[in-house]
């Protein structure tokens, strides 16, 4: 009988420890959601133009979006506010880039 719950106890524990683990990812996520609204995260904005990806701005500095505006995007960048209709791409500082792999598979 003591036999048989070992591996039933390792199993429930192995569960219990999985589940701690991705709560943990979750609350990571959200730590960082509530600095990035209210501090602002060091990021790189690249303003492209959309039919052609051509690159028409870079702005560097804190960084923190204004998902309230319907038409276009708005950005507080150092405190100072950009509007923008155009493509943008935001890349938060200290990221690790991973090369592309051709076939698109990653």
Do not use: F
């Amino acid at each position: 009988m003591k036999v048989m719950m070992k591996p039933l106890a390792v199993s429930a524990g192995l569960l219990a420890l999985a589940i701690a683990l991705s709560g943990c990812e979750k609350i990571s996520n959200q730590a960082k959601n509530i600095q990035s609204d209210w501090v602002g995260l060091k990021r790189v904005v690249e303003i492209r133009a959309c039919m052609t990806g051509e690159l028409v701005k870079v702005y560097e500095g804190v960084v923190r979006l204004n998902p309230e505006d319907q038409y276009g995007a708005s950005l507080l960048i150092d405190g100072k506010k950009l509007h923008t209709n155009m493509c943008y791409i935001i890349r938060e500082k200290g990221i690790k880039e991973q090369p592309l792999v051709a076939g698109g598979d990653r």
